[in-house]
């Protein structure tokens, strides 16, 4: 069964440093997403990326962050400049529908800055 | 408000016991909505979507009632595999994000 991978598992930094993290969408999939879940608390939106562009993103997207989809199996989050409230865990997830389908999501990456 | 709220238990059942739970969405542009579960330190998987009529998958049953703007969910039989947050969704048709409730855990105990 098709699944969508990101590495690292676990990446580790000191605030202030930038970070990449991967995704490989399932490959079919034309909608990519990365969500965030900081310990203890619910997944949350960060942006939505369809057809080369960002699509929607939110209040939490800011301008440290920015994605990328630089050939046609990966899909990255940079964050430029790591801060302490950055640490949480990221997931990417796919969809291929083009209406309200379902979203697959990876196994994430845990992020912890210090 | 929050845009999906859930009640965050634990719920805890008895193996073989069935368990219900809503969750309560406020933008009523909400259109489509799921069913996810997720484990301890582990990513969101799909358990249903939440059709208007209802629907049914094995042994858990999803209900969507627009009027009171709430979803359910309901366990029957329940197995120790059981044991995992579930996660109201909700999206809508405009947008792309899928919008979480804070879960709801539950703890199926021999």
């Known amino acids: 069964e098709p699944e969508v991978t990101q590495t690292p598992s676990h990446q580790v930094t000191q605030m202030g440093q930038e970070v990449i993290l991967r995704c490989v969408p399932i490959s079919n999939h034309l909608y990519f997403y990365w969500y965030r879940q900081i310990l203890g608390q619910k997944v949350e939106f960060l942006v939505s990326f369809y057809n080369n562009e960002i699509s929607e993103k939110s209040e939490i997207f800011d301008d440290q962050f920015s994605v990328e989809r630089p050939d046609g199996s990966n899909f990255t989050l940079k964050i430029r400049s790591t801060k302490l409230e950055d640490s949480a865990m990221y997931f990417c997830?796919?969809?291929?529908?083009?209406?309200?389908?379902?979203?697959?999501f990876g196994p994430g990456t845990r992020l912890t800055v210090l | 408000r929050k845009e999906v709220e859930q009640d965050p238990g634990p719920f805890n059942v008895p193996e073989g016991a069935t368990v219900a739970f809503n969750c309560t969405y406020s933008n009523s542009a909400s259109q489509s909505f799921f069913w996810y579960r997720q484990d301890c330190r582990k990513e969101p998987k799909l358990l249903m979507s939440?059709?208007?009529s209802g629907n049914e998958d094995g042994r858990f049953t999803a209900q969507l009632n627009r009027a009171s703007q709430y979803i359910s969910l309901l366990i029957r039989d329940s197995k120790l595999s059981d044991s995992a947050t579930y996660l109201c969704v909700a999206h809508k048709a405009a947008g792309n994000k899928l919008t979480f409730g804070g879960g709801t855990r539950v703890l199926v105990k021999p």
């Open positions: 939440v059709y208007s």
């Open positions: 997830a796919s969809r291929g529908q083009p209406i309200a389908g379902e979203q697959f």
